[in-house]
């Protein structure tokens, strides 16, 4: 593959002119004529009772066009995965975050100041907010009528016998670790557009990653509202970030629909900052029971987890990422007994959703903690345990993942030789140096009953090309890789390519931006769709020229004969002649791809994926034992991708993952107290900026997957989900001391290396 | 009661009226529609919405119209040339891959001018602590700062 002229080179991202512009139209810029401004009220307490809720006053005020609360919801409707939240709750809130009434007005101010207007009256009840308490007999039901906090949700993974496992083990570990909830910090803010036509049809302006289906969605609700069989279109303005927030349908957009639908106008929402934090799900918080065991040459012999998961309130994407937690806790490096348990639990907090990596990061921070404390106690270097036990091409792990391409080792020796692990490694001067890896899914991820993405391709007769995907582009890139596959296959140059990607009226249906999949699936759609096109393209060139097809390639947008070089047409002659003669065709050709990989079975059990995604992250940290500090002096990202289709973008994503995996270490966590979220503000919620940015390599290990487009594999995720624990590894390398919950703050490293003081102290007294 | 301003906004004077308790940012995307300039908190944490007053980088979300008076205002719109050309930083942040969402983009590049127009060589360290204010989720800013470093004490700013 090496006369590729598109592929694999670093192609400046097709939006970026549009961006650095000021040109690109988010949902906060778009405004459409006639449009009214939303505004929610949100209860006041994490638990109570309304008992009066009067929107009179709010009602007179000039300029406000309609105030709903849940009485005006039709039909019960309640949405998410488990149908347990209405758009307006009456009656009784269960999290701060309840909606609890919402207004249109003709000016966003306006609408705040109606917001000021409603009366209401709670009598605040006791809440549950830690989800131990929460699962204890006896304790106060979130959702009376589900008869247990505990979500009826079948979160159990048995493969081989642990317990014999154990016996048989000659090192065993067991400890506890804890994580903390933290917030997407997209920098655009949530919001949308409803639009009604006259027959009822809904356009939703929107920022979704999942427009296929946020549009079963709103088609549900429709119905439900008593418009049943309308149609919906999805327009995408320019997304100011995902990361999974955008993974879910909320209910500032059902509210917006009813609005639309009371008003007979458009209703826009946006989210100030405030609401953007407490009101948008966030990843959930986690504790995890961990044992893991290893023979006395250190081969891994059993695996055993027990987590309980904060779902919050309601039940979105959150109370499922236990399924995607089973990839690592069975197929993270070679461990031949795995018993896996998670239970979700209702409280009066927010509600958990999806975040890039999808309880990866969870579940990775106490598995490669564990590991580091299994090679103390083996007498090994952590590098040589993992090592040992590292992934490899062609495995089949006990979850039933075929292994395809794997470059786990590769991306173990980058760090070791970049970290220069064997000089640095335990030297116990305050620096020290840690490692972690990660499986992440690299080929789709089969969590729906499809797995697809559809293509359309139609040129113009200047042989000019565009591309109609079902692929959402949030920030990733995706609109140029798809582009760059496109315009290898076409042999036209990038600048000919139109990605259009924002439409659910004339883009196919893709199931959307998320586990790390458009560059493997949607790629894979437009390959397949651009390989149709080709052949179509080059038979009537043959006939046109009186070559054989297979003899002809297309080069900078000029068909060529390959035995006689004198012998070419550019591309829009050949498209011209077929559009305009007697009986003429237009280019065109569509493609869906459905990878072919499998839902698991009722044991948990299958090939999730088409192929998977390795990586190793290694980390030299100081740590200042005064202050407890650490600093990071190198940072190596080393991921297995397959192979990179744009080594530019495929770095921002590692990058942009990485730092995000050092605010989840280091220092960003949501305070909850009472169920209120107490830093919902970026001056209080320590998200990294530039100055936290530390001495970095990301590096990149092509593996060629023979499934993927042109060899490459997902990178939406892995970016971030070893990090907590390579940089929690280097700090016990480094000092002694082992902090088992995130973020690792400078506290809790100080009371540590206190504790450890002390024990040392006493040791050596005794 | 709405007053009468006069700034310089991009090169061209403009005469706006305006409620005194309006932001700067308030009118350029909600009076004048140049929406280049982004909200993304507010309250001046975030940077997105940063545009250059005399020299200096501004949060346009915590400035007061009225403090415009007379002053030279430049916001994204104002950076490319006459012909259309991208201001190199602008082209840096392409040519780099510096932007991903693109939602703190506009913010960064005003920063980034700012510091580049008072200072030709900045430092690694200066450059983080010229955007230590202007947050991004998407990038790791590590393409940022490699787009800024091409420019300063390169290119024309």
Same mark, same amino acid.
């Given at each position: 593959?090496?006369?590729l ?16 512009t ?12 006639? &449009?009214?401004?939303g505004?929610i009220?949100?209860?006041k ?23 709903i ?17 209405p758009p ?6 269960r ?19 109606a ?11 006791p ?5 131990l ?10 959702h009376?009528e ?7 949700m079948?979160?159990k993974?048995?493969? $081989? ?7 048989e083990?000659?090192?065993v ?6 994580t ?5 910090c ?5 919001g ?49 970030g ?31 900052r ?11 918080c ?20 027990? &987590? ?16 995607v937690?089973m990839?690592p806790i069975?197929?993270l ?13 209702y ?8 975040m890039?990596?999808?309880g990866?990061p ?16 083996a007498?090994?270097?952590p ?20 292994v395809?391409?794997c ?15 064997? $000089?640095?490694?335990g ?8 490692m ?46 798809l ?12 600048d000919?390519?139109?990605v ?10 893709d ?7 458009s ?5 894979n759609?437009?390959?397949g ?7 179509? &393209? ?9 070559e ?19 012998k070419?047409l ?39 994926s088409?192929?998977y995604a390795? $990586? ?21 990202a ?7 289709i ?10 942009g ?16 107290e ?29 593996t ?22 390579a940089?929690a ?11 088992k919950?995130l ?7 100080l ?12 040791r050596?007294?005794? | 009661?709405?007053? +009468? ?13 305006v ?17 280049? !300039?982004?909200?993304g908190?507010g309250? #001046? +944490?975030?940077?997105a ?8 980088s501004?949060?346009?979300?915590l400035y007061?119209i ?7 205002? !430049? ?6 040339? @006459?012909? #259309?050309?991208?201001?190199?930083l ?5 040519? +780099?891959?510096?932007?991903?969402? #693109?939602?703190?983009?506009? #913010? ?38 490699? @787009? ?6 390169g290119g024309?700013?």
């Amino acid at each position: 593959m090496s006369d590729l002229t598109t592929v694999g080179k670093k192609i400046t991202k097709r939006d970026a002119p549009l961006k650095v512009t000021g040109g690109a139209t988010y949902i906060q810029d778009l405004k459409i004529p006639g &449009m009214l401004y939303g505004g929610i009220l949100y209860s006041k307490y994490a638990h109570a009772k309304i008992l009066k809720l009067d929107t009179t006053r709010a009602e007179r005020l000039p300029g406000v066009m309609a105030v709903i609360t849940a009485a005006d919801v039709p039909n019960n409707f309640r949405f998410g995965i488990m149908k347990d939240n209405p758009p307006l709750k009456g009656g009784r809130v269960r999290s701060t975050r309840d909606e609890i009434a919402a207004v249109a007005a003709v000016s966003a101010e306006i609408a705040a100041a109606a917001l000021e207007l409603i009366e209401v009256e709670y009598e605040e009840l006791p809440g549950i907010f830690d989800p131990l308490e929460a699962m204890k007999e006896g304790a106060p039901l979130v959702h009376e009528e589900m008869k247990s906090n505990i979500l009826k949700m079948p979160w159990k993974l048995i493969c $081989g016998d642990v317990e014999a496992a154990k016996k048989e083990s000659a090192y065993v570990v067991s400890d506890t670790f804890r994580t903390q909830w933290v917030t997407h910090c997209c920098l655009g803010t949530s919001g949308c557009i409803a639009a009604l036509d006259t027959s009822n049809n809904l356009t939703m302006y929107s920022n979704t990653q999942i427009p296929s289906l946020a549009q079963n969605d709103y088609i549900e609700a429709l119905a439900a509202f008593g418009l049943k069989g309308r149609r919906v279109r999805i327009i995408q303005c320019t997304i100011g970030g995902g990361f999974g927030s955008k993974l879910d349908t909320y209910a500032y957009e059902y509210i917006a629909i009813l609005l639309a639908m009371k008003t007979r106008k458009p209703v826009k929402f946006i989210f100030s900052r405030e609401e953007e934090f407490f009101a948008t799900s966030p990843r959930q918080c986690s504790i995890t029971k961990i044992s893991q065991g290893c023979d006395k040459d250190g081969r891994l012999t059993f695996r055993e987890m027990e &987590m309980v998961l904060d779902n919050g309130a309601y039940t979105s994407w959150g109370a499922t990422t236990p399924s995607v937690m089973m990839m690592p806790i069975s197929s993270l490096y070679k461990v031949p007994n795995i018993k896996y348990v998670a239970q979700c639990v209702y409280t009066n907090n927010t509600y958990s959703q999806a975040m890039r990596g999808y309880g990866n990061p969870q579940a990775t921070f106490a598995i490669e903690s564990s590991l580091d404390q299994l090679a103390e106690k083996a007498g090994l270097d952590p590098y040589e345990l993992r090592f040992r036990n590292a992934n490899e091409p062609g495995e089949l792990t006990p979850q039933n993942f075929q292994v395809t391409s794997c470059g786990m080792k590769e991306c173990m020796a980058e760090v070791v030789k970049r970290l220069d692990w064997k $000089g640095k490694k335990g030297n116990g001067n305050g620096r020290g140096v840690g490692m972690a890896s990660l499986i992440h899914v690299g080929g789709g991820a089969r969590v729906y009953k499809s797995d697809g993405c559809g293509t359309i391709i139609k040129m113009d007769d200047r042989g000019k090309v565009d591309v109609l995907t079902g692929a959402t582009e949030i920030g990733q890139g995706s609109e140029t890789v798809l582009a760059q596959i496109v315009a290898e296959v076409l042999g036209v140059p990038i600048d000919d390519i139109n990605v259009i990607n924002n439409d659910t009226d004339v883009c196919p249906w893709d199931v959307g931006a998320h586990a790390s999949r458009s560059t493997f699936v949607a790629g894979n759609s437009a390959l397949g769709a651009a390989r149709k096109i080709r052949e179509q &393209m080059l038979a009537v060139a043959a006939q046109n020229m009186g070559e054989d097809p297979a003899s002809l390639d297309i080069k900078n947008g000029v068909v060529f004969s390959r035995n006689d070089k004198e012998k070419s047409l550019p591309l829009s002659k050949v498209l011209r002649k077929v559009h305009y003669t007697s009986g003429g065709k237009m280019f065109m050709a569509e493609h869906f791809y459905d990878p072919p990989n499998e839902n698991f079975d009722k044991e948990f059990k299958g090939n999730l994926s088409v192929s998977y995604a390795y $990586g190793v992250h290694g980390v030299e940290v100081e740590v200042d034992r005064e202050t407890g500090q650490v600093k990071i002096l190198n940072y190596i990202a080393a991921h297995d991708v397959g192979k990179a289709i744009n080594p530019m973008l495929l770095e921002g994503q590692i990058y942009g993952g990485g730092l995000m995996g050092i605010g989840y270490a280091l220092g960003e966590t949501m305070i909850y107290e009472k169920g209120r979220l107490k830093n919902g503000n970026f001056l209080d919620y320590k998200m990294p900026t530039a100055k936290d940015v530390p001495p970095v390599q990301a590096v990149i290990v092509e593996t060629d997957e023979q499934a993927g487009p042109f060899g490459a594999k997902g990178i939406g995720e892995p970016g971030l989900v070893p990090t907590a624990p390579a940089i929690a590894n280097a700090i016990y390398d480094a000092v002694g001391v082992r902090i088992k919950d995130l973020p690792i703050t400078p506290e809790k490293v100080l009371r540590a290396l206190q504790e450890k003081a002390q024990a040392d102290t006493g040791r050596s007294g005794a | 009661m709405k007053r +009468e301003i006069t700034f310089k906004l991009n090169n061209e004077e403009r005469k706006v009226e305006v409620d005194p308790g309006w932001t700067l940012l308030y009118v350029l995307r909600e009076v004048l529609e140049l929406m280049g !300039t982004k909200e993304g908190c507010g309250y #001046g +944490e975030c940077g997105a919405c940063t545009v250059i007053i005399d020299g200096l980088s501004v949060n346009s979300c915590l400035y007061p119209i009225l403090e415009a008076e007379g002053r030279a205002v !430049t916001t994204i719109e104002g950076l490319r040339a @006459a012909s #259309g050309e991208l201001h190199p930083l602008q082209q840096a942040f392409v040519n +780099e891959g510096a932007v991903q969402c #693109g939602f703190c983009t506009a #913010g960064m590049i005003m920063s980034a001018k700012a510091l580049i127009d008072e200072n030709e060589k900045p430092t690694e360290d200066d450059i983080k602590d010229n955007i230590a204010g202007n947050l991004c989720r998407c990038t790791g800013y590590v393409q940022i700062i490699d @787009a800024i470093k091409t420019v300063a004490g390169g290119g024309r700013t």
